[in-house]
């Protein structure tokens, strides 16, 4: 998935405004202004259409843990982590919404897909691990898909 269709599935499911995203951004300490999240929000077949860029979209995905959670003072700021891949997203998404393994396997089976707890595992490995699996589109999106109320 790109960039753009997270950020805007996400907004869809956190079902906030514009003006709302920013803010959730600027939780990461990262500006954006109204035009860059407007072009960002829009179909690549649309005018006007910017590509969201990994930075953007580490902060956003760090913006959302903080606006979902908290900000834990005693804790440094969290560190971005680049590229973004469907993994990153999905291990933000899981913290921000406090979700467990269960939680997550229940999501993907309402879209009619099958996920053993081992193999969700193996999506929050690090990429050097043996097991390490990499989060495909179609998973992320059901998982986006079910999370959405």
Same mark, same amino acid.
């Given at each position: 998935?790109?960039?753009?269709?997270?950020?805007?599935?996400?907004?869809?499911?956190?079902?906030?405004? $514009?003006?709302?995203?920013?803010?959730?951004?600027?939780?990461? $300490?990262?500006?954006? %202004?109204?035009? =860059?999240?407007?072009? @960002?929000?829009?179909? =690549?077949?649309? =005018?006007?259409?910017?590509?969201?860029?990994?930075?953007?979209?580490?902060? @956003?995905?760090?913006?959302?843990? %903080?606006?979902?959670?908290?900000?834990? =003072?005693?804790?440094?700021?969290?560190?971005?982590?680049?590229?973004?891949?469907?993994?990153?997203?999905?291990?933000?998404?899981?913290?921000?919404?406090?979700?467990? $393994?269960?939680?997550?396997?229940?999501?993907?089976?309402?879209?009619?897909?099958?996920?053993?707890?081992?193999?969700?595992?193996?999506?929050?490995?690090?990429?050097?691990?043996?097991?390490?699996?990499?989060?495909?589109?179609?998973?992320?999106?059901? @998982?986006?898909?079910?999370?959405?109320?």
């Amino acid at each position: 998935m790109t960039h753009n269709d997270v950020l805007r599935s996400v907004r869809y499911l956190l079902n906030v405004s $514009d003006a709302k995203l920013i803010e959730i951004i600027n939780l990461a $300490d990262y500006e954006v %202004t109204p035009e =860059e999240m407007h072009a @960002f929000l829009k179909r =690549e077949e649309e =005018e006007g259409y910017e590509p969201c860029g990994h930075e953007v979209m580490a902060h @956003f995905l760090n913006g959302v843990v %903080t606006y979902k959670r908290g900000r834990d =003072e005693t804790r440094p700021p969290q560190p971005i982590e680049v590229p973004v891949t469907n993994n990153t997203v999905l291990k933000k998404l899981r913290v921000a919404f406090a979700l467990k $393994d269960g939680d997550i396997i229940t999501l993907i089976e309402k879209s009619g897909l099958q996920i053993s707890k081992t193999e969700l595992g193996a999506f929050f490995r690090r990429p050097d691990h043996r097991n390490y699996r990499e989060c495909g589109d179609q998973f992320l999106r059901n @998982f986006l898909k079910g999370l959405t109320p």
